[in-house]
């Protein structure tokens, strides 16, 4: 099992900038990969960044240039560095990990609210 708690969220200006972070406890050992997504209202859910146990990094193209995925291993942390925001950006931020051996996300944080305002 692993837990994921997401922090960081919050309001902030076009231009600003803010770093989410998510903490993983649990069987940390076995997370191959560790993605941000996020969800704004009446759109689908979208896959923001993803690092894996490697440290290969992945960005949708509406982010590359403004946002950065990075980790910590010491401390089970992943982090989400979101320059040059956009009112588009705001969105539910949630964070979730895929296990070595599964092609899914399985296990979710409970979220982070971003809001950027023009």
């Known amino acids: 099992q692993v837990q994921l708690v997401e922090s960081g969220g919050g309001l902030v200006q076009g231009g600003g900038s803010l770093r989410l972070s998510c903490a993983a406890s649990?069987?940390?050992?076995?997370?191959?990969?560790i993605g941000w997504y996020r969800q704004a209202p009446g759109k689908q859910r979208e896959l923001v960044a993803v690092?894996?146990?490697?440290?290969?990094?992945n960005y949708a193209d509406s982010v590359k240039g403004r946002f950065t995925i990075s980790r910590d291993n010491a401390k089970n942390t992943v982090y989400l560095q979101m320059n040059s925001l956009k009112p588009e950006d705001t969105a539910l931020y949630y964070c979730?990990?895929?296990?070595?051996?599964?092609?899914?996300?399985?296990?979710w944080g409970q979220g982070t609210q971003v809001t950027v305002s023009s």
């Open positions: 690092i894996s146990s490697g440290g290969s990094t």
């Open positions: 649990g069987s940390t050992f076995s997370i191959a990969a």
């Open positions: 979730a990990a895929r296990l070595y051996g599964v092609s899914e996300y399985n296990y």
